[in-house]
């Protein structure tokens, strides 16, 4: 039994066609109906997740102040990861009465009681491809999908949920907690309605959102990848230390953090599958540092050693 604040279901690891949950306390989310359209607006929303990783975890923190959320996560080691991501997360942001406002389940049809659910899995277009699809079989008529890409055509990802007229890309920044840009994406035949919703949405969640066009890499990655690549070339061709080009980046032109560590922190499997999609040159120590499995923080090793 995971923690007591955040109520977790286990069952099956297919996307769809898995059975209803069980009534119970850990299920009260999943069976209540859904929001009538007209009465759906700023705090109302039932937000779903689907995923478990820093960016599905990170939007439940930010949402569960605001919003009940039920967060789906594909198996039960993943499901006690996000329980103990949440419950820190909660209580990291001062509010940690609000992991109770989050349930997390292993049975994707629980996510139909949601009124906007959230694909939030890795950047791999078939995966989200099938997961939004089988989303968008779940929800009610009125329910919006989104997906936090941050690199794949919306266009192609709303054909493949199979309501385009009620999708959008929610692009949030990592740690989602403490960054206030929203990227809004939408497929040419999003609705109106669609659009106030995801507007509305950000809001809740104390966002800036800015509309960007359907393009590889949105307008943030777009310009901010090809820069961390250079960062990691001149590594290569100077033989400097990581920490004193950052420190360079840091103090010379007021950035938070330096491009090494950034890419550190996205990860350098993420930071990969992203320059190939915005058609960027991948510097080949990325792709042999992934191969090795150093992919930054998560793994303990990428550009840096977080081991030592």
Same mark, same amino acid.
């Given at each position: 039994?995971?923690?007591?604040? @955040?109520?977790?279901? *286990? ?5 769809? $066609? ?9 299920? +009260? ?12 607006? +700023?705090? $109302? ?15 439940? +923190?930010?949402?569960?102040? *605001?919003?009940? @959320? ?24 001062? *509010? ?5 406002? @989050? ?112 393009? $590889? ?14 960062? @990691? ?21 007021? *950035? ?25 040159? +991948? ?26």
């Amino acid at each position: 039994m995971c923690a007591p604040c @955040v109520g977790i279901q *286990h069952s099956s690891d297919r996307l769809a $066609s898995q059975p209803k949950s069980p009534k119970g306390p850990s299920a +009260v989310a999943a069976g209540a109906p859904a929001a009538d359209e007209a009465t759906t607006g +700023v705090g $109302s929303e039932r937000l779903g997740i689907a995923g478990a990783g820093a960016i599905a975890c990170g939007l439940a +923190v930010t949402a569960a102040p *605001h919003l009940e @959320v039920i967060l789906w996560a594909r198996s039960e080691d993943s499901a006690a990861r996000a329980t103990q991501q949440i419950t820190k997360g909660c209580e990291r942001a001062g *509010h940690g009465w609000a992991a109770d406002r @989050v349930q997390i389940t292993g049975t994707l049809d629980d996510l139909a009681a949601a009124t906007f659910a959230v694909e939030a899995i890795a950047e791999d277009p078939d995966h989200k491809g099938q997961l939004l699809a089988a989303l968008g079989g779940h929800l009610s008529a009125t329910g919006i999908l989104a997906t936090t890409t941050s690199s794949l055509s919306i266009e192609q990802l709303a054909l493949a949920s199979g309501r385009p007229d009620r999708f959008v890309g929610l692009h949030v920044f990592n740690p989602v907690p403490r960054m206030e840009l929203i990227e809004l994406a939408f497929p040419a035949a999003a609705s109106e309605r669609t659009r106030a919703r995801a507007r509305s949405l950000s809001e809740t969640l104390g966002k800036t959102a800015v509309e960007v066009p359907d393009i $590889s890499g949105f307008v943030v990655n777009r310009l901010l990848f090809p820069y961390l690549f250079d960062a @990691v070339r001149l590594l290569e061709s100077t033989g400097m230390a990581p920490a004193d080009i950052d420190t360079c980046m840091c103090l010379g032109a007021g *950035h938070p953090m330096g491009p090494l560590a950034l890419l550190d922190l996205v990860g350098l499997d993420v930071a990969g599958a992203i320059g190939e999609e915005i058609d960027a040159d +991948v510097p080949e120590r990325i792709r042999a540092l992934v191969a090795e499995g150093a992919l930054g923080r998560k793994s303990g090793r990428g550009l840096y050693d977080y081991e030592e």
